[in-house]
């Protein structure tokens, strides 16, 4: 790296972790620190009740003014029912001077569709009523109540925090040589009926360590405090390194959303990571509802958690004993952007989620190879590096999906192109690959080096159709520090500029590519250097107008799409694509995986892997992972081998590590790790059936892959801040052993006297409740919840499309009630194909019989090799299919039941019966 290496030692302080005097505290950003101090339990605001009306049946509309108003700071708010008990809040200046800015490209494919109402008017409030859900909008003070029934679900502004900074026209700065800085109007008809005094206050400019902001627009932040009644825990929000359930921030900086590229972050703390996804849940045990503040600009949340009465004067002749209650107060400050709101109103975890995937989308369904293992390091040195890596897996009977390839695999930084000393024959080199089954993946940044010699470079400045890069604040191209050096960035929110970078993937252009070249959009919150907290300016300018600080945090989310519509583009819409994104927003759970950064090489970190990576499950994104081992520093063996027994059974499965770390591939450890390594892996493979079909269930509906306890079980509390046992999917049970030198492991089953768990491994039954177990180096706490049907393959191949012939075995979890129920998924696992021909296969046990009912027209499917009955009571006289008795084994000792050779698939529906 040499002297660019020198440089950001000296400018992000390397020698240690995070740099905190790099990224801005609360009191360090103007609109944060004006926001959070506002005065509380008293608003200034209220309704003209004149204007309250209804649109139609979905929606109605009103005028909220400031008891101190001019006509520029009237502001209209709207109130939307959305089908499947969803509601809309949206808010902003009545005439503005500008528009401002909204997300849309976060929503879901399919348009939003509307719920019908009834506008009721009374002398203080009006309602807007849909079946049992009531809005009520209090016209002095301004409020909003959400209920269903009698039961108070959510308040907006009860705490008197709901603010909209009027955007204005800028004033000249003059000089006065008695007074100093005096600001005048542009013209006394543009007069902002602000005193000098309040427009001191609202700063127009900045200034954050070197670094100005023109701030050219002025100040035109949001406020607005939401209070959840009767919740005893808040979770989402991501990205940050800290526990699942959110913590109280009024004794703490609030938690920030904004998407930035920290190194080496630290644990437990609510710093902004590399991304956001403005989305909380709210749980008790009979409700769960979710809230998204859709805002793509600077964030920042408080959360608090007390059991004070929230409804106060305003609201207690709603409802009656309220005392006790407990409640969640959360207060949302963004630093520009439209105010828009959605609540989901459950009932349960489930509702929760199919909602916010009817307003957002569900996950696009991976390639099969992308959910097995990857195997990545900063950097495989050259081709012949990578022939060796390959050839040990094979040689070690390892399996393996994907090598990766990083930013040294290029010509000098400059990416969609090989160091040609390097990697001289990469088309060969990717064929060999693909000749296993395998993948590669490179590394493509959104900077792009500025070099008149560098095509890439060239194309995009010089191309006729559109502007491809930023622009500073001057309308210039921008130029900062990553890298390459001296680079330029594409503005990824422009759609032409994203169909530009989306043809750089074409065969022709990304020479050496094949179709079995994937990619991994880096440093993309964007990560500059040289920048203000290591990222772009804010009043850098993009496409239609907008600044960088209105779309900031979906600049990555751009890229990723524009990217994941390159490989669709190259393939003639005929394969699935795969781009693992670091930053990421509100939409990107249908673009691509995501993982949680530059993590550390510790336990503490392999412990903070599982909270961080439930906490993007249950705010939407299912497809995400940690980096295997830990990307700084070098693990010990102990370490290694628990995190793969933690990482196979998470969602993505890549190990990766820094350039200055150790080789760490499975086989240059001792003999015992290395086999400890395989056999993680195995398991991981033997379940890729079951995992698959996951991941098609969340594409249906969004339902999370890696779940909280709670998700299953909502009703116990001693649940609730469990964050080391996790459900894979709804069927197992995973409680990784993430501390050091331990002998002994307490595993959580969830559940009640209708609940019944077994090993996974050894099918030994478990009641629920805590449980102590006896835990060596090779153990893996993994159980299968009675009443499921897992779908496995047992035999090992080099990689996923090897095995995709394999038949399957069917392992038949009894409940106590002698039932079970499952699920089988099959497609070509690489195309679009999938969306007219698959093959879905319900699977059930009851009355002592095991029954296929497939849907679809998939027909290519292996058949079923082996059907275990965990739990079965007693031994049958005979196991009948189609009038055909079948060979089976029984353990009186596990009561297990094995069938051999069943002679049935996916395909046909069929029943087997067992005669007792």
Not at 192 to 199: P, Q
Request: charged letters at 25%; proline letters at 5%.
């Amino acid at each position: 790296m040499g002297l660019l290496t020198g440089f950001l030692v000296s400018l992000l302080g390397l020698s240690i972790s995070v740099n905190h005097n790099n990224f801005k505290k609360c009191d360090q950003s103007t609109f944060c620190r004006r926001l959070r101090n506002m005065p509380k339990d008293k608003s200034p605001y209220f309704v003209d009740k004149a204007s309250i009306k209804a649109v139609n049946q979905s929606s109605i509309t009103f005028l909220i003014k400031h008891e101190v108003t001019t006509a520029k700071d009237v502001h209209r708010a709207t109130i939307r029912l959305l089908a499947d008990n969803t509601i809309r809040v949206t808010a902003q200046e009545d005439n503005p001077v500008r528009p401002r800015y909204s997300p849309v490209d976060s929503f879901g494919d399919k348009p939003l569709k509307d719920a019908t109402g009834s506008l009721v008017k009374a002398d203080d409030s009006a309602s807007f009523i849909s079946g049992a859900i009531r809005i009520v909008v209090n016209y002095n003070p301004f409020t909003v109540s959400v209920s269903r029934g009698d039961q108070l679900i959510a308040t907006m502004n009860a705490r008197g925090l709901f603010h909209i900074e009027t955007q204005l026209l800028k004033p000249e700065i003059q000089k006065s040589e008695d007074e100093g800085q005096v600001e005048k109007e542009q013209s006394e008809e543009e007069d902002v009926g602000l005193s000098d005094e309040d427009l001191a206050k609202m700063s127009w400019e900045d200034d954050f360590n070197s670094h100005h902001d023109s701030n050219p627009r002025g100040p035109r932040a949001i406020s607005l405090d939401i209070t959840f009644n009767g919740f005893d825990k808040a979770y989402g929000i991501p990205e940050h390194a800290d526990t699942f359930a959110l913590k109280s921030t009024t004794s703490t900086d609030p938690y920030r959303l904004y998407n930035l590229d920290v190194f080496e972050y630290e644990l437990n703390n609510p710093m902004a990571l590399y991304g956001s996804i403005p989305y909380l849940h709210a749980l008790s045990p009979d409700l769960s509802v979710g809230l998204m503040w859709l805002n793509a600009a600077e964030t920042w949340v408080d959360i608090d958690y007390n059991t004070k009465s929230l409804v106060g004067r305003v609201l207690s002749s709603l409802l009656s004993s309220q005392d006790s209650t407990p409640k969640i107060d959360t207060h949302w400050m963004s630093e520009s952007g439209l105010l828009d709101v959605f609540l989901f109103l459950g009932p349960s975890p489930k509702d929760v989620t199919r909602q916010y995937s009817n307003v957002f989308g569900a996950a696009y369904l991976p390639s099969l190879f992308s959910i097995a293992y990857h195997q990545c390091r900063w950097n495989y040195n050259d081709q012949k590096d990578v022939e060796d890596v390959d050839k040990n897996f094979d040689k070690y009977d390892i399996p393996m999906d994907v090598i990766w390839l990083d930013i040294e695999h290029t010509d000098g930084k400059r990416y969609f192109t090989w160091d040609g000393r390097k990697f001289p024959h990469s088309k060969e080199m990717i064929n060999s690959l693909s000749e296993k089954g395998r993948n590669m993946v490179t590394i493509v940044d959104p900077h792009i080096k500025t070099d008149s010699n560098y095509h890439v470079y060239q194309e995009g400045k010089n191309y006729g159709e559109c502007s491809i890069y930023v622009k500073d604040k001057d309308s210039n191209n921008f130029e900062g520090h990553c890298w390459p050096g001296t680079s330029s960035w594409v503005d990824y929110t422009s759609p032409c500029a994203r169909h530009w970078w989306s043809e750089q993937f074409s065969y022709d252009k990304y020479s050496g590519s094949t179709p079995h070249l994937f990619t991994w959009n880096d440093m993309n919150e964007p990560s500059v250097f040289n920048g203000p907290e290591v990222t772009m300016h804010k009043d850098n300018l993009h496409a239609e107008g907008w600044e960088h600080r209105d779309v900031h945090n979906i600049y990555g989310h751009y890229m990723h799409r524009a990217t994941a519509e390159g490989q669709i583009l190259r393939s003639g819409s005929q394969s699935r694509p795969f781009v693992l994104s670091r930053a990421f927003f509100v939409g990107s759970h249908r673009i691509g995986p995501v993982w949680t950064g530059d993590n550390k090489a510790e336990w503490e970190h392999l412990k903070m892997s599982i909270p961080m990576l439930l906490s993007l499950n249950i705010a939407g994104y299912p497809f995400v992972g940690a980096d295997v081992g830990g990307f700084f520093h070098n693990p010990n063996e102990e370490l290694l081998v628990r995190w793969y027994q933690a990482g196979i059974l998470q969602p993505f499965l890549r190990a990766h590590a820094h350039i200055d770390t150790r080789r760490r591939e499975p086989w240059l450890f001792s003999e015992e790790t290395r086999k400890l390594i395989r056999d993680a892996l195995v398991v991981r493979y033997q379940l890729l059936p079951y995992i698959y079909t996951k991941f098609y269930e969340a594409s249906v509906d969004n339902t999370p892959i890696l779940r909280p306890l709670w998700y299953s079980f909502p009703h116990d509390k001693s649940l609730y801040e469990n964050q080391v046992d996790v459900m894979f999917g709804d069927s197992l049970l995973s409680s990784p052993v993430t501390d050091a030198g331990v002998g002994s492991h307490t595993v959580t089953l969830p559940g009640d006297k209708n609940t019944i768990w077994y090993n996974y491994f050894t099918y030994s039954v478990h009641a629920p409740g805590p449980m102590g177990i006896n835990v060596k180096l090779s153990t893996i706490p993994l159980y299968i919840l009675g009443g499921s049907i897992v779908p496995i393959k047992k035999r090992l191949r080099r990689s996923s499309a090897l095995m995709a012939k394999d038949p399957y075995t069917l392992l038949v979890a009894l409940d106590p009630t002698s039932k079970a129920k499952g699920s089988v998924y099959v497609d070509d696992g690489i195309s679009f194909e999938y969306k007219d021909t698959n093959l879905f296969s319900e699977l059930t046990f009851e009355n002592n019989a095991l029954s296929c009912s497939p849907k679809g027209s998939y027909r290519d499917v292996a058949e079923v090799e082996r059907i275990v009955i965990i739990g079965l009571k007693s031994e049958p006289s005979s196991v009948v299919y189609n009038g055909s008795k079948l060979v089976y084994s029984y353990s009186k000792l596990n009561k297990v039941l094995t069938i051999k050779k069943p002679n049935v698939n996916f395909v046909n529906k069929w029943t087997i019966e067992l005669v007792l």
